[in-house]
């Protein structure tokens, strides 16, 4: 009896089988990943026995904009389609007497038709199709609940100081790699993935990346304040620090990202400013300006001095003795600097500057007649040719082994390459001479 149920179950499912089928998916929300395909089936289809996982030869899928359609089939992606419109799956292992030559194709049906009956009258096979979301997947919040630290530098002013920032924002992302996410996320889902189950995987993720984001945006001496107008480089930082967590695990890719104004604590910022106003006293004419603000306001307070405006007057003069300093000597200072910027000789483009004071540009001093000064790093060949490469361009020798290696003597900075330095230090700013020989 199992035996003649097993043979009617064969042959009946494969002949079910046996029409083409369509799949089709329709609009995915923006809370889905992946959905399942689903087969078309009106009230005129006469396939309405067929298998929902199997899918026959020749069989049509339909690919809209935004989506990509894989097969799987036995647990294995066997198709790959990212291109709107129909595609057609002609290398199925599922025969149909509607599709190829009859002959055989009546072939393949006899050779199924045994095999379903090996199964006890089941198919023994699995074939899905499903559809992935690669639109930008948007409004996906993000906030930090501890401060993260940022690096302020600002080498104008002299300033290199640790801060803690708090942001906010959202950003968006994209599935740029629907095998890895099927592989390594969602898998065989039954039905459809949404993006709540991993979104807070995510988030959390993508704050941890943030730190090392900022410190690239901080080598750049952005300043906090001004990060969420450098959100085009935030996002090629955040996508490298995540390459390795998302786009080579999961084939995801950060998209946009849109912050709100970074925050920093009072004190920090406090401490920037005061950094700020100190710098501007470095400039003569500056400290000049503001102490000549600070003595219009002394004088109006001396004014109204409540033991008279002499008494005022007598204690702001003490004052400005015992200070040392003026704003009339202030503005000679910034005048005399001024002169001495204007007086001083300026090297022409490619000029050099003789130790004699007299600025050149051939290879001898016009004033002196010395040799122009080789640049650092320079050795001279056998035969004469001074060179800065490895080998001599004249005569191709290498360079000897006993050639200069450059050190900063100012910070201990050494170059990657000993024998060619810079001409400045990257670290200190020093210029490389003779002095930095080891």
């Not at 709107?84 to 007497?97: C, L, Q």
């Not at 503005?331 to 050149?360: E, Y």
Request: proline content about 5%; aromatic content about 8%; some cysteine.
């Amino acid at each position: 009896m199992g035996l003649i149920k097993a043979g009617i179950g064969a042959l009946g499912g494969t002949l079910a089988d046996q029409w083409k089928e369509f799949f089709y998916c329709e609009a995915i929300d923006k809370d889905t990943l992946v959905v399942k395909g689903q087969k078309r089936i009106s009230g005129r289809s006469s396939n309405t026995k067929g298998n929902d996982n199997i899918i026959s030869n020749g069989s049509g899928i339909a690919v809209a904009d935004g989506q990509c359609m894989i097969i799987v089939e036995q647990g294995k992606v066997v198709e790959v389609c990212a291109e709107p419109g129909e595609f057609t799956y002609d290398s199925s292992t599922e025969p149909s007497i509607f599709t190829g030559k009859l002959g055989q194709s009546l072939k393949e049906t006899f050779k199924t038709i045994g095999k379903r009956f090996t199964y006890g009258g089941d198919t023994g096979k699995d074939q899905r199709v499903y559809y992935f979301n690669t639109k930008e997947l948007i409004d996906n919040k993000f906030g930090t609940a501890n401060p993260i630290p940022f690096r302020v530098v600002d080498r104008n002013i002299g300033l290199d100081i640790d801060v803690s920032v708090r942001c906010n924002g959202i950003y968006s992302y994209r599935i740029v790699n629907p095998l890895l996410f099927y592989t390594n996320v969602c898998g065989n889902v039954e039905s459809a993935y949404s993006r709540s189950e991993i979104d807070n995987q995510l988030k959390t993720e993508f704050v941890s990346a943030l730190q090392p984001a900022f410190a690239k945006i901080s080598e750049m001496e952005i300043r906090p304040n001004v990060i969420p107008a450098h959100v085009e480089e935030l996002c090629e930082a955040m996508n490298e620090a995540l390459t390795r967590k998302w786009t080579e695990t999961r084939g995801l890719a950060i998209v946009s990202i849109a912050m709100n104004p970074v925050t920093l604590p009072e004190e920090d910022a406090e401490t920037i400013k005061q950094a700020q106003r100190a710098a501007m006293m470095r400039d003569p004419s500056m400290a000049a300006a503001t102490l000549v603000g600070a003595q219009a306001d002394a004088m109006k307070m001396a004014a109204q001095n409540e033991n008279g405006a002499m008494m005022g007057f007598m204690g702001m003069g003490m004052a400005n003795q015992v200070g040392g300093m003026n704003a009339q000597g202030l503005f000679q200072m910034a005048q005399q600097q001024a002169q001495q910027a204007q007086q001083a000789p300026q090297a022409p483009v490619n000029g050099w500057t003789c130790s004699c004071g007299a600025v050149n540009t051939g290879k001898f001093c016009t004033n002196c007649a010395s040799p122009k000064p080789a640049p650092a790093g320079t050795w001279t060949c056998s035969c004469g040719t001074a060179n800065l490469s490895k080998f001599c361009q004249e005569c191709g020798k290498p360079r000897p082994a006993g050639a200069p290696v450059y050190q900063c003597d100012k910070c201990g900075w050494k170059p990657e390459d000993p024998e060619h330095p810079p001409r400045f230090c990257p670290e200190c700013g020093d210029r490389f001479d003779e002095n930095d020989i080891k």
